[in-house]
């Protein structure tokens, strides 16, 4: 059962039950652009845990990935808030990649995404 006393930002009245269905494809389709993007899920997924990883480490631990893609996809992560980048003053420079409190935050979401996923009925086979 959905809790009616939590503040929702996308309803009118910061309500749970005023959302329209339409709100909630919106806030869904919102939240999943944030995510989209070849790469982003395995860098996520590297960094859960309160990781802290350089830049040649997320390489490392992701090789099919170009430096580009990981550079364009960090940046997109950073820009949203999911990541933070720490850059140190020395040489040469060193920047570590850490998920901030919100990016935190999402894996349990995903966990239950997974579990969700894992519980899918069988399909029949094709005739």
Do not use: N
């Not at 090789?63 to 893609?69: F, I």
């Amino acid at each position: 059962m959905a809790r009616t006393d939590r503040k929702v930002s996308y309803s009118p009245t910061g309500k749970l039950a005023d959302v329209t269905p339409e709100m909630a494809a919106a806030g869904v389709d919102a939240a999943l652009r944030l995510l989209d993007g070849r790469w982003k899920m395995e860098i996520l997924f590297q960094l859960f845990g309160g990781g802290v990883l350089r830049f040649s480490e997320l390489e490392r631990a992701i090789p099919a990935v170009s430096q580009k893609m990981l550079t364009q996809h960090l940046r997109e992560l950073e820009r949203d808030g999911l990541v933070t980048r720490t850059l140190h003053a020395q040489v040469p420079p060193r920047v570590d990649y850490a998920l901030t409190a919100w990016g935190e935050a999402l894996c349990p979401v995903l966990d239950a995404l997974l579990d969700w996923a894992a519980r899918r009925p069988a399909q029949p086979a094709p005739a």
